[in-house]
């Protein structure tokens, strides 16, 4: 029998990152992934959760909440015909492949090498947000042939190693080779489907100490973070959709930036021991 007492305060944190992360996704058009590893983090390291693969459960539960948010925003774009199916089609194997090789190799690192890479990452992604210019780019068109053939497993694969979804390096990609914004965000939806399932089924198989892992976790996936998180995105993501029409988003998202930075930061901090 699980300790009634660690369960109201999972829940309550947990109510509490789902609302946020919600919020977020549906004001400044982030994933969810960016906002949620860092904090099932401090969450479950607060809860006594410390052990050598924290970040593996932090990883794989934030990608399996991105199965169900993904869907249901590339199903929401597609009815206004804005998913660019082209794209999704030609990209899908080399995501996949990249999503697969990335749970192999995540599952053999120390939580502290992923909370390392997720702070690097992290930080080039808030300075991005922060600095980028919607004019800059790479290039007329998606690439193809060999350039397609290295992007999109590398995708795949470094969204799998932060826990993330198709937005925070697909939408940039996208833009800087002249795809429309609201078209580059509504077809990154389907990359995070495409990142999460085969990446989600790995994880389901990867053995966690049990003294080491929340209640209720399957592998590496905790079955209360999910389920408690998918809920609250989808009942806040709507508000934070009308916010985002009731001011301008650009500000806030340079606020973001600077937040994103700070919790990369002080994830880089704790992984080299300061």
């Known amino acids: 029998m699980q300790d009634p007492v660690l369960l109201m305060q999972m829940f309550a ?3 509490v990152i ?5 919020v977020l996704a549906g004001l400044l058009g982030v994933g969810g992934g960016i906002v949620l590893v860092p904090a099932f983090f401090y969450a479950f390291q607060t809860l006594g959760y410390d052990g050598p693969q924290l970040m593996q459960m932090c990883l794989a539960t934030s990608l399996a909440t991105i199965i169900v948010t ?3 925003s590339v199903l929401s774009h597609n009815k ?6 082209d794209i999704l089609r030609s990209w899908a194997p080399g995501i996949a492949a990249g999503a697969v090789l990335g749970v192999l190799v995540a599952a053999s690192l120390r939580s502290s090498t992923l909370q390392a890479l997720f702070g690097v990452l992290g930080i080039v992604i808030g300075l991005y947000m922060g600095f980028g210019r919607s004019e800059w780019r790479l290039g007329d068109a998606m690439p193809k042939g060999v350039r397609l053939a290295l992007y999109s497993p590398f995708m795949g694969f470094m969204s799998v190693l932060m826990g993330i979804g198709g937005g925070s390096f697909g939408v940039p990609l996208m833009s800087l080779y002249n795809v429309p914004i609201h078209r ?6 389907g990359f995070g489907m495409l990142i999460a399932v085969p990446s989600v089924f790995g994880f ?3 053995e966690i100490d049990a003294g080491m892992r929340p209640p209720y976790t399957i592998g590496a996936v905790n079955l209360v973070a999910f389920a408690i998180v998918v809920a ?9 959709v009308k916010l985002a029409h009731a001011m301008d988003p650009k500000p806030l998202k340079r606020v973001f ?3 994103l930075t700070l919790v990369a930061l002080n994830m880089l901090r704790k992984a080299v021991g300061w």
């Open 257 to 259: 930036a600077v937040f």
């Open 70 to 72: 993904s869907v249901r």
């Open 204 to 206: 389901l198989f990867l």
């Open 13 to 15: 944190l947990l109510l």
């Open 18 to 22: 789902g609302a946020f992360a919600g």
């Open 80 to 85: 206004k015909g804005a998913v660019d199916w």
């Open 184 to 189: 580059a965000v509504a077809t990154a939806a």
């Open 232 to 240: 609250m995105t989808l009942m806040t993501a709507p508000l934070g």
